[in-house]
Antibody, heavy 120, light 110 residues
Framework: QVQLQESGPGLVKPSETLSLTCTVS????????WSWIRQPPGKGLEYIGY???????DYNPSLKSRVTISVDTSKNQFSLRLSSVTAADTAVYYC??????????????WGQGTMVAVSS | QSVLTQPPSLSAAPGQKVSISCSGS????????VSWYQQLPGTAPKLLIY???ERPSGIPDRFSGSKSGTSATLGITGLQTGDEADYYC???????????FGGGTKLTVL
């Protein structure tokens, strides 16, 4: 049973960089798309981007200038960095798995989510 | 403003059937598979339907999905109080180059 767990600071100061890690347990990180999705308080879901390998990464164009997603296969982890954060980046951040061979909007396994607040 | 349009809220009685709509365009729903998610209060979204009408293992057949043109629909029959949740549709938008979601529908089971 594959499980995902997000970890990272719950509070980030404005203009600084948000950093989160998602640990994949119960299965290999290889062979899947791994994504980040966020949800501002009381609002809907926003796709941030995915990583398949170090050479196959894609970002939401609206966030592309500030986002970096990376993978560490030796630790079965992938990470999110979002720079120059503002209060608008306050959200619950989810990591999720996108299985191959399904529509790109398919996320079959999700982490529990981690709340990140941007405040001084 | 979400790219995909869902009704903000719906309500129905236990045992009844409800349909949740998701309206898009030719650059998203019209040319891509649609997925549906259930988000119970305080929890992560859960995949209910993928590829328009496929159910993952463990999802009861009370949940169904369909697509016609640039719209998709999630159907839930035999409503239970445990179905009270927010429901989201999602798909790929080829013009924006990103996965897009609907704004969500809050389902109340009275």
């Amino acid at each position: 049973q594959v499980q995902l767990q997000e970890s990272g600071p719950g509070l980030v100061k404005p203009s600084e960089t948000l950093s989160l890690t998602c640990t994949v347990s119960g299965g290999s990180i290889s062979g899947y798309y791994w994504s980040w999705i966020r949800q501002p308080p009381g609002k809907g879901l926003e796709y941030i981007g995915y990583i398949y390998s170090s050479e196959n990464i894609d970002y939401n164009p609206s966030l592309k200038s500030r986002v970096t997603i990376s993978v560490d296969t030796s630790k079965n982890q992938f990470s999110l960095r979002l720079s120059s954060v503002t209060a608008a980046d306050t959200a619950v951040y989810y990591c999720a798995r996108q299985p191959l061979g399904r529509g790109m909007g398919t996320f079959d396994i999700w982490g529990q989510g981690t709340m990140v607040a941007v405040s001084s | 403003q979400s790219v995909l349009t869902q009704p903000p809220s719906l309500s129905a009685a236990p045992g009844q059937k409800v349909s949740i709509s998701c309206s898009g365009s030719s650059s998203n729903i019209g040319n891509s598979y649609v997925s549906w998610y259930q988000q119970l209060p305080g929890t992560a979204p859960k995949l209910l339907i993928y590829d328009n009408n496929e159910r993952p293992s463990g999802i009861p057949d009370r949940f169904s999905g369909s697509k016609s043109g640039t719209s998709a629909t999630l159907g839930i029959t035999g409503l239970q109080t445990g179905d009270e949740a927010d429901y989201y549709c999602g798909t790929w938008d080829s013009s924006l180059g990103v996965v897009v979601f609907g704004g969500g529908t809050k389902l109340t089971v009275l």
